[in-house]
């Protein structure tokens, strides 16, 4: 049979359809050569030097849409195909973003804590919160996530401008420098892809131009943020609020980041509900089990595409 090597926890529902396929080995147990495939995962991804014993490598299938942690141009340029799991998951985090914007701007985590210390009962009413009507928000990568959370502030009558390599044709304010659109909205969304190209891509000076009665919002990778500078800003006031889905360095989250009162912090749970975790469990097999059958695949990733 056919030995696939699993990176990271696969769902039951994974396991046993992929049971009917495949040898399903271990990173503690598997022979490097005998190895074809691999189901593996956004965080966990191929490390470069197991990449590189896998000799017989032919596909990747990666659970989840962000696949920074594999090398898929190095994977291309040996003919691997490289999968992931884009549009089943894209309403799912777009409501994550809106429920971390809504959070912080109406101060749901202080309020909850306010009511069950029994201090509006013994102080009165909680301070006042912000409206999150008619903001000014800014989208970092407007793809098919990007574009879902753009639909999804519509109730809000939201301002929205984008920031992407190239203009788009799509009817929201395009800006080619980060810093001059946080300057102009209230509000900055992350949601580009992770890697070497977007490392730290929102630094102190963005955090300073977002400013003071600024959120920011993450759940695109932790990456993209520099987390020293941002805990330096929510600790100056330099910058007003944050929403994070998304860390450095996953599952650790620094002492000082979740000490601070202007922060809402989320386990990396964009997508994770039981539909959508389903429906990118089937996605990331499905793509496995016609690789097998046909040498095809559903969902390449771009630098796979012609392959």
């Known amino acids: 049979m056919t030995e696939l090597l699993q990176i990271g926890?696969?769902?039951?529902?994974?396991?046993?359809?992929?049971?009917?396929?495949?040898?399903?080995?271990?990173?503690?147990?598997?022979?490097?050569?005998?190895?074809?495939h691999v189901v593996t995962n956004g965080h966990d991804g191929v490390p470069p030097?197991?990449?590189?014993?896998?000799?017989?490598?032919?596909?990747i299938s990666v659970y989840g849409v962000g696949y920074d942690a594999v090398d898929a141009t190095a994977a291309a340029a040996r003919g691997v195909v490289v999968t992931h799991t884009?549009?089943?998951?894209?309403?799912?985090?777009?409501?994550?973003?809106?429920?971390?914007?809504?959070?912080?701007?109406?101060?749901?985590?202080?309020?909850?804590?306010y009511v069950r210390s029994g201090r509006w009962e013994t102080?009165?009413?909680?301070?006042?919160?912000?409206?999150?009507?008619?903001?000014?928000?800014?989208?970092?990568g407007l793809g098919r996530i990007g574009q879902a959370i753009a639909d999804k502030l519509g109730p809000w009558s939201p301002e929205i401008s984008y920031h992407t390599r190239s203009p788009k044709d799509v009817p929201y304010r395009y800006f080619d420098n980060l810093v001059?659109?946080?300057?102009?909205?209230?509000?900055?969304?992350?949601i580009t892809p992770g890697g070497p190209s977007t490392n730290?891509?929102?630094?102190?000076?963005?955090?300073?131009?977002?400013?003071?009665?600024?959120?920011?919002?993450?759940?695109?990778?932790?990456?993209?943020?520099?987390?020293?500078?941002?805990i330096e800003a929510l600790q100056s006031g330099a910058l007003g609020w944050a929403g994070l889905d998304v860390f450095e360095d996953e599952p650790r989250v620094p002492q000082a980041l979740r000490e601070l009162p202007n922060v809402v912090l989320l386990p990396h749970a964009g997508s994770?509900?039981?539909?959508?975790?389903?429906?990118?469990?089937?996605?990331t097999v499905d793509n496995l089990l016609q690789h097998l059958n046909d040498g095809s695949v559903l969902t390449a990733v771009p630098e796979c595409k012609d392959l």
Do not use: W
Not at 49 to 59: E, F, Y
């Open 9 to 36: 926890g696969i769902t039951d529902r994974m396991k046993d359809r992929l049971s009917t396929a495949f040898d399903i080995r271990q990173l503690d147990d598997f022979d490097a050569a005998r190895i074809t």
């Open 180 to 190: 001059d659109m946080a300057k102009h909205v209230d509000v900055l969304i992350c």
């Open 123 to 140: 102080e009165g009413n909680a301070p006042l919160t912000r409206s999150a009507d008619n903001q000014k928000v800014g989208i970092l």
């Open 49 to 59: 030097d197991l990449m590189a014993q896998l000799t017989n490598l032919k596909m």
């Open 86 to 113: 884009p549009n089943v998951l894209n309403n799912e985090v777009a409501t994550t973003a809106v429920l971390l914007m809504l959070a912080c701007y109406r101060e749901l985590v202080r309020d909850d804590e």
């Open 200 to 230: 730290k891509l929102v630094n102190a000076e963005v955090m300073r131009a977002l400013g003071a009665g600024g959120t920011l919002i993450n759940v695109s990778r932790g990456s993209v943020v520099d987390e020293a500078a941002l």
């Open 272 to 283: 994770a509900t039981v539909e959508t975790r389903a429906a990118m469990g089937d996605l």
